[in-house]
């Protein structure tokens, strides 16, 4: 790709735009005539704060706006976390490329315990995940499991304001914003499998858009540790 202009749809949140950026980036040294540019988008996801993701739609609620635009020529691929995209995209759009995945693990974050076990009987623990709730109680059953939604620093501030005793989330999005000593443990895979796709950024496309399938196709080996 010599000349021209592609356009990533990204959401505004801190790490959604980290993941862009860092696409950005790789597109531009790849390509340096190329003018890169990001489009700031909201979801429904970002928008309804106050219900559980399973209760309003699921994943699909912060890829849906994304996958519209792009569909509509808006933009030319998007960025998403691969943990976060339903099993089936639209019609007429594909996954063009898979990053290099980070420690796929989940973080244990707590201002007061270091692990788990520390954690005394009916502390406060926040997820938003169904996934996360169902294995934490399989160890913990005595926990105060809440819901906790937010983007990854709106979820710290709470944790840090007492609304928690501990959350958990994504490791690799903590290490991504530069946020890595937040993490007290791993939890274990033993005991806390991780979802599919977690620690990998999803580059969704056009399915026929050779042109940007073509440019993006070196973003299969992009090692986002050297970034």
């Known amino acids: 790709m010599n000349s021209g202009t592609i356009t990533i749809g990204t959401r ?3 790490l959604a735009l980290w993941q862009a950026e860092f696409v950005a980036g790789e597109l531009q040294k790849r390509y340096p005539s190329v003018t890169v540019a990001l489009k ?4 429904k996801g970002d928008k309804i704060l106050d219900a ?9 609620l ?6 519209q635009a792009m569909l509509a020529g808006e933009i030319d691929l998007a960025v998403h976390s691969l943990k976060d995209m339903p099993t089936e995209i639209p019609e007429g759009l594909i996954i063009g490329a898979i990053t290099v995945r980070l420690d796929p693990g989940d ?5 007061r315990y270091a692990a788990i076990e520390e954690l005394p009987p009916g502390a406060r623990v926040g997820t938003s995940s169904l996934r996360r709730r169902a294995q934490l109680l399989a160890v913990r059953p ?17 944790l840090d304001a007492g609304e928690f005793d501990a959350i958990v989330l994504a490791a690799a999005g903590l290490r991504r914003l530069g946020l890595g000593d937040r993490i007290r443990s791993v939890l274990p895979r033993a005991m806390m499998l991780p979802a599919v796709g977690q620690g ?3 580059i969704e496309c056009r399915a026929d858009d050779a042109e940007i399938m073509a440019a993006i196709d070196f973003l299969r080996d992009a090692d986002m540790t050297a970034a």
């Open 12 to 14: 505004a949140s801190k």
């Open 107 to 111: 973080a244990f974050v707590s201002n």
């Open 142 to 158: 005595d926990l105060t499991l809440l819901d906790l939604r937010g983007n990854v620093n709106t979820r710290l501030e709470k």
């Open 40 to 43: 700031k988008m909201t979801t």
């Open 52 to 60: 559980p993701l399973a209760k309003i739609g699921g994943k699909g």
């Open 62 to 67: 912060f890829t849906k706006e994304l996958e």
């Open 200 to 202: 990998a950024l999803a």
